[in-house]
C-alpha cells in the first residue's frame, strides 16, 4: 500500500511564503515524475508545478518565479516553496506521484490535499 502524506499548508498573509511537503510511504520501487496541483472552490484542479527524477521541473505560469519544486529521491520527498504568495493562490493543494509499487507498474497516487489560505 502506497501513502503520500502532505504537510505544510496553513494560514498566510499577502506577501508571505510557505513551504508543502509531500511524502511518500509503503512498497516502493520507483517514482518517476511528482508535481503539485491546486484545487479552488468551484475550480478545478490544476497543476501547480512538477518534476521529473532527473530534476526537470515545469510550473504553471502563476507559479513561474515564485514557486519553486524540488525533491528528495533518497527519502521519497517533494517540496514546494511558495514565496509572494498572493489570495489568487489559495486552494487545496494536492500532491500527486507516478509510482512503481507492489504491481511493478506505475500507477498515479494523490495526497489527501493540504489547505492554502492566503489572506490579511
Known amino acids: 500500500q502506497v501513502q503520500l502524506v502532505e504537510s505544510g499548508g496553513g494560514l498566510v498573509q499577502p506577501g508571505g511564503s510557505l513551504t508543502l511537503s509531500c511524502a511518500a510511504s509503503g512498497t516502493i520501487f520507483n517514482i518517476y515524475g511528482m508535481g503539485w496541483y491546486r484545487q479552488a472552490p468551484g475550480n478545478q484542479r490544476n497543476l501547480v508545478a512538477s518534476i521529473d527524477r532527473s530534476g526537470s521541473t515545469a510550473y504553471a505560469d502563476s507559479a513561474k518565479g515564485r514557486f519553486t519544486i524540488s525533491r528528495d529521491n533518497a527519502k521519497n520527498t517533494v517540496h514546494l516553496q511558495m514565496n509572494s504568495l498572493e489570495p489568487e493562490d489559495t486552494a487545496v493543494y494536492y500532491c500527486?506521484?507516478?509510482?512503481?509499487?507492489?504491481?511493478?507498474?506505475?500507477?498515479?497516487?494523490w495526497g489527501q490535499g493540504t489547505q492554502v489560505t492566503v489572506s490579511s
Open positions: 500527486n506521484a507516478q509510482i512503481v509499487d507492489y504491481t511493478s507498474r506505475a500507477r498515479d497516487y
